[in-house]
């Protein structure tokens, strides 16, 4: 609650006939009593009570008394007798309580009101009381039917109860927590989402009184920065025409260019500015300019009045407005927005020394001004005035400011200056449009006092113009290339009322400030506003708040850009991007944030679609081959038999086995993996089928294998082809039969298994070398799933590239927009030996190094912007049946450029085996 000026209190003696005997001066201003007379006032007079025994002694009473304007008045009225010797006498206290009943009244109001949830709760976790915007949030009919019917907040409204004791570690450590982030049930099972703040209230002995606190949902979303640097550029050509002084600094205060104005207040050309700097044309009194250049680089933002420097040593007094922004590719910079302000401060010290001099400056300004009638005639104006407007100052002092205003401003127009005159404020600031006496449109910044005399009463209006063509001209301008449907201003009314997106503004303690319109369209809530004691509630239908990070920005200080956020409301897939930038006053403080949120649901559902048309259960694709797989994946899913997955190495041979199980009936039961070429043929044994304590040296204790470990499930045996003859034979019988034996075990157990093999070697080849038996392959080869090298199914690259860039930007938290057109093209040529394995981690390393924006072709390995020529044989070589030499292991790898899958391929051998002649040759 605001702090109030202490309450006025007057003492008022009265006889026991009832006669005002004495009052003090505060109780005579209260009561406009007048004392003076013959005859005193009796108290019935007073309008406080009928008689002067109510209140009881020592007991106060709350009572209304109007004033002489009707207006009510409430006084805490309180008793007590004294005793002088004679007659009795009262002394009555009266406390003006007036403006405190209109505090308790205006917050009540704001607590019944107030579109965001306010609750307050006890310590165990029980809500004592909620407003009626909380209830609507969460489903409930009304409070006390959310009260009544949540009686352990922990358990019934958290989803996720560690929240709860996050919230209420955070109130015991500090005493209060603000943008906890926590989901919440609704009474109709759905889930809300809802970032908190709450603090303890304790009585005056310290102890725990209560929790309070409010719900608020959070938002948001920036525009991209894709278009920024374009932004900065034209930004140079507005500043040229632009009536203040505009520079470009970089980080330590060097200055990159100025406009024409700027040159014109420091007295020095573009290229003097340069060599001095922002320290040779700003007197660095107290270390001014240090502490702004500081606040610059902390909060981004710095705006306060400074002191101008010339080439004669004339100092001035300088109004600035500076902005940071990163530059890329190196330190950041910032915009000065100057303004030489010597003319309004003399105006000023003038107008405090005499009417006289404020009329000369009032005439010589080079700020068009005038005075009003409060019916709006003209009744003195200045040159400027008439310069802007095209009229002579004597045409002008027969029209009325309306005669000048564009017929589409006029009804604003008059809708500000009655409020104003109502007493709404003291002054306004609008920008509207004049018609010049040439008939061309001029656009002014206009600011109007209403200037009143020493009663209070008004006297006339008095507007200051700024023409403002070119800003506006500019603008429009850059609403046009920014696609925005309507015009932006510069005050921040019509910068709300144009943006499509949803914007809160919110001070450091989280309160909000301002919302626009958008809110209710992108998010579904109606308007965010503060309630009492500064908590903020959300009414509507959003089911979880986007402020993280808004709490994010105000914790840190610094903006959070395209944070992507999915809705839980009354409308759930509502996606979301959110922007929060730090807010600097006028002195350059950080003042709080403000969050903007783009609704981008139907570029995220395009996505989705996109996705879901050209992939299948993970596996990504939209060529004929892969389609026609997908097909068989769907048949296979819903029966038992064994399934065989070949192809070449990394062209995602374990997807498809992931597909066939999660696609079918055992989905609920597990899909146990294992890598048979990882293992040596003992350690694969007791892996597949477990061992007994005992069976072999180091097996200390009973271990289930891999085939009980996936009972009711499958199994997923990778690299099947390197597995010895000895468990081949174990394998083709548990195939056959459904039974297997643990090693050194005699008992037979049952295998409910379904088995998924896959393998990138010649199976048939092996057979004829004798080293895969044929049995076992036709067991395995019920059905064979045959996947193709990515060079053979090149029109799916663009969606495995596109898929992986998004993954990888989203696991290291990066702005990464697209690929290039010459990247596509470096893609596409490249003919991927390690197939989609190998273009993954190719995304990923240019996931790495690309900062932000587009993906160029600096950020790919080396191998593919320059791949040495391969020569691929066109059909395998034989298997060797006998050792290899070291002069064939090493043309293998020289010819697969050290891809040892490819060379052992080129051998016609599997990887164990060339790992094992290359450890026998001493080949590296």
Known sequence: MANHDPVTVGVVLVGDDGIVVEADIEARRLLGLDLSGEAAPHWRALGLSESIHTPPAGQGRLVRRDDRNGAPRWFLLSKRPLRLGGDPLYVFSLADLTRLVRDLDKYEGFFTNAVEGIFQSSPEGRFLDVNPALARILGYESPGDMTTALTDLRSELYVDPADRDKLLEGLARDGQVTGLETRFYRKDGGIKWIS???????????????????????????RAEEAYNDILERYRSIVTGSIDGVILCGADGEVLTANP???????????????????????????????????????????????????????????????????????????????????????????????????????????????????????????????????????????????????????????????????????????????????????????????????????????????????????????????????????????????????????????????????????????IKTGPGGQQVVAGSCRRGCFAALRETLSTQKPVIEYRV??????????????????????????????????????????????????????????KAMRDIYTVLDQLADVDTTVLVTGESGTGKELAAEAIHYGGARSRKPLVKVNCSALSDELLGSELFGHVRGAFTGAIRDKVGRFEAAQGGAIFLDEIGDISPRLQLGLLRVLESKEFERVGEAKTRKADVRVIAATNVDLPARIRAGLFRADLYYRLKVVEVRLPPLRDRTEDIPLLAEHFMRQFAASFGKTISRLSEEVMGVLMAYPWPGNVRELKYAMEHACVLCREGEIEPGHLPPELRSPAPRRLAETPPPPRRGGLTREAVAAALAEADGNRSLAARLLGVDRRTLYRNMDRLDVG
């Not at 006053?585 to 003042?591: A, M, V």
């Not at 989705?608 to 048309?613: E, G, S, V």
């Open 196 to 222: 908190q703040a709450a603090r303890v209230v304790r009585d005056e002995r310290g102890a725990v009184r209560y929790i309070e606190g409010l719900n608020i949902d959070i938002t948001a979303r920036k």
């Open 261 to 527: 104005e700027t040159e014109r207040i420091f007295g020095l050309a573009e290229a003097e500015l340069a060599l001095a700097g922002l320290s040779g044309v700003i007197h660095d009194a107290d270390g001014a300019l240090d502490l702004a250049l500081g606040t610059l680089a902390a909060t981004g933002r710095f705006r306060g009045e400074l002191t101008g420097l010339r080439p004669d040593g004339t100092r001035f007094p300088l109004e600035v407005s500076a902005s940071g922004f990163p530059h890329k590719g190196g330190p950041n910079h910032g915009v000065w927005i100057v303004r030489d302000v010597t003319d309004r401060k003399r105006a000023e010290d003038v107008l405090r020394e005499s009417e006289e001099k404020f009329r000369r400056t009032f005439d010589q300004s080079p700020i068009g001004a005038s005075i009003l009638s409060l019916d709006y005639r003209f009744l003195r104006v200045n040159d400027a005035l008439a310069r802007i407007t095209g009229y002579a100052q004597s045409e002008l002092l027969e029209k009325s400011m309306l005669e000048v205003t564009h017929p589409e401003d006029v009804p604003e127009t008059i809708a500000w200056a009655e409020r104003l005159l109502a007493g709404e404020f003291d002054r306004y600031e609008i920008e509207k449009r004049y018609v010049r006496g040439d008939g061309g449109i001029v656009w002014v910044h206009l600011s109007v006092r209403l200037i009143r005399d020493v009663a209070g009463r008004p006297l006339y209006l008095m507007p200051m113009v700024q023409d403002v063509t070119e800003r506006v001209r500019a603008e429009a301008g850059m609403r046009a290339l920014l696609a925005e449907k309507e015009s932006l201003r510069l005050n921040l009314e019509a910068v709300f009322r144009a943006i499509p997106d949803a914007i809160v503004v919110v001070d450091t303690r989280m309160r909000v400030i301002r919302t626009n319109r958008a809110l209710h369209d992108v998010c579904f809530v109606g308007d």
């Open 566 to 623: 999915e809705c839980k409301g009354q409308n759930p897939g509502r996606v979301v991007v959110i922007n929060s930038m730090p807010l600097t006053g006028e002195s350059g403080e950080f003042d709080g944030a403000v969050l903007i949120i783009r609704d981008i649901t139907r570029l995220a559902d395009l996505e989705k679609r996109l996705t879901d048309l050209h992939g299948h259960r993970g596996m990504i694709g939209k060529s």
